[in-house]
Antibody, heavy 121, light 106 residues
Framework: QLQLQESGPGLVKPSETLSLTCIVSGGSVSSSSYYWGWIRQSPGKGLEWIGTVYYSGSADYNSSLKSRVTISIDTSKNQFSLKLSSVTAADTAIYYC?????????????WGQGAQVTVSS | SYELTQPLSVSVALGQTARVTCGGDNIGTKNVHWYQQRPGQAPVLVIYRDSNRPSGIPERLSGSNSGNTATLTISRAQAGDEADYYCQVWDSSSFVFGTGTKVIVL
C-alpha cells in the first residue's frame, strides 16, 4: 500500500523559506506512470494546488505562487520536496503531498496526512 | 482563471439522497474528480474521471457531468458521509479545486 509522509518544521519565520519533504513508501517516485504534487489548505479554507513534479525533475507550478516555489525530486531517497520562499502569515496552512494519477489531466489518488506549518515570528 | 463553484452546504436526512453540485464553464468537456474530507483528516478520492469509483468506495457514491454542472450523488446517506466534498479539474496547465461543500446528515 502506497504511503506518503510529510516532514519539516512546523514553525517558520516571516520572510524565510518553508521547506517540506514527502517520503514515499510502498511505491517508487521513479515510476514513469505518476507525478507527485503538493497541495495546501489554509485555516478554514479550501484546497489550493501548489505544484507537481515528474521523476525526471520537470515541475509545474501554480501561477500565483510560481515566483516563490521550487519542487524537486530525489529518486535515490524516494522522496520529493517543496520550498516556498519569502513566506508571510498568508502561507500558514496544512501542506499535503500526494500522488497524481493519469498524467497532468489527472487526480490525486494517495495523500499524506498533512503537515501543519505556521508562519510567525 | 477557471473557477469551480459549489454550494456552501447541503443537508440530507439519514437514508435519503444528497446531491452536491460543481459548476464551471463547459465543465462537461472536462474530467471531474471528487474528494471527501472528514474533519481533521486528509482528503480522500471518492470519484475520478466524472463517474469512476476507486476500490473501497461504496456504490452509494456516484458522479455525473454534463453541460455546466458536475454532480456528486450520495444515496442512502449515512452518518459517516458527513464531511466536506471538493470537486477538481485540470485547466490551462493548472489543477483547480472547487470551493467545497459541507454535507450535513440529519
Amino acid at each position: 500500500q502506497l504511503q506518503l509522509q510529510e516532514s519539516g518544521p512546523g514553525l517558520v519565520k516571516p520572510s524565510e523559506t518553508l521547506s517540506l519533504t514527502c517520503i514515499v513508501s510502498g511505491g517508487s517516485v521513479s515510476s514513469s506512470s505518476y507525478y507527485w504534487g503538493w497541495i495546501r489548505q489554509s485555516p478554514g479554507k479550501g484546497l489550493e494546488w501548489i505544484g507537481t513534479v515528474y521523476y525526471s525533475g520537470s515541475a509545474d507550478y501554480n501561477s500565483s505562487l510560481k515566483s516563490r516555489v521550487t519542487i524537486s525530486i530525489d529518486t535515490s531517497k524516494n522522496q520529493f520536496s517543496l520550498k516556498l520562499s519569502s513566506v508571510t502569515a498568508a502561507d500558514t496552512a496544512i501542506y499535503y503531498c500526494a500522488r497524481l494519477n493519469w498524467g497532468l489531466l489527472g487526480y490525486f489518488d494517495y495523500w499524506g496526512q498533512g503537515a501543519q506549518v505556521t508562519v510567525s515570528s | 482563471s477557471y473557477e469551480l463553484t459549489q454550494p456552501l452546504s447541503v443537508s440530507v436526512a439519514l437514508g435519503q439522497t444528497a446531491r452536491v453540485t460543481c459548476g464551471g464553464d463547459n465543465i462537461g468537456t472536462k474530467n471531474v474528480h471528487w474528494y471527501q474530507q472528514r474533519p481533521g483528516q486528509a482528503p480522500v478520492l471518492v470519484i475520478y474521471r466524472d463517474s469512476n469509483r476507486p476500490s473501497g468506495i461504496p456504490e452509494r457514491l456516484s458522479g455525473s457531468n454534463s453541460g455546466n454542472t458536475a454532480t456528486l450523488t450520495i444515496s442512502r446517506a449515512q452518518a459517516g458521509d458527513e464531511a466536506d466534498y471538493y470537486c477538481q479539474v485540470w485547466d490551462s496547465s493548472s489543477f483547480v479545486f472547487g470551493t467545497g461543500t459541507k454535507v450535513i446528515v440529519l
